[in-house]
C-alpha cells in the first residue's frame, strides 16, 4: 500500500522470541500494539534490496549508454 507521508507500507504480523529488549542499560517490555520499525530479510536480501535493486540497475545503465555516447561524440569531434 502507499502512504503519501512514508511511501510503501505493508501490514504484516511479528512473532518474538523474547518478551523485552535491552536499550542502553535499561530491560523494556514489548506488548501487542506497539509500533515497531522491522527489517525483512528473504534469504540473503532484505526486502528493500527487492524493491530497489531494479532501479539502480536502471540508473546504471543509463549512465553506462551516456557515457558510451558521450564516447562516441567525442571521438567524431577529434
Do not use: Y
Not at 29 to 52: C, D, N, S, Y
Not at 58 to 68: G, L, N, P
Amino acid at each position: 500500500m502507499l502512504n503519501a507521508q512514508v511511501g510503501l507500507v505493508s501490514s504484516i504480523r511479528v512473532g518474538l522470541d523474547v518478551p523485552t529488549i535491552q536499550i542502553r542499560s535499561t530491560e523494556v517490555k514489548l506488548v501487542p500494539g506497539m509500533t515497531v520499525a522491522v527489517e525483512i530479510k528473504t534469504g540473503q536480501r532484505r526486502l528493500i534490496e527487492h524493491l530497489v535493486d531494479p532501479v539502480l540497475e536502471s540508473a546504471k545503465e543509463q549512465v553506462r549508454d551516456w557515457k558510451r555516447a558521450t564516447r562516441s561524440r567525442c571521438k567524431r569531434l577529434h
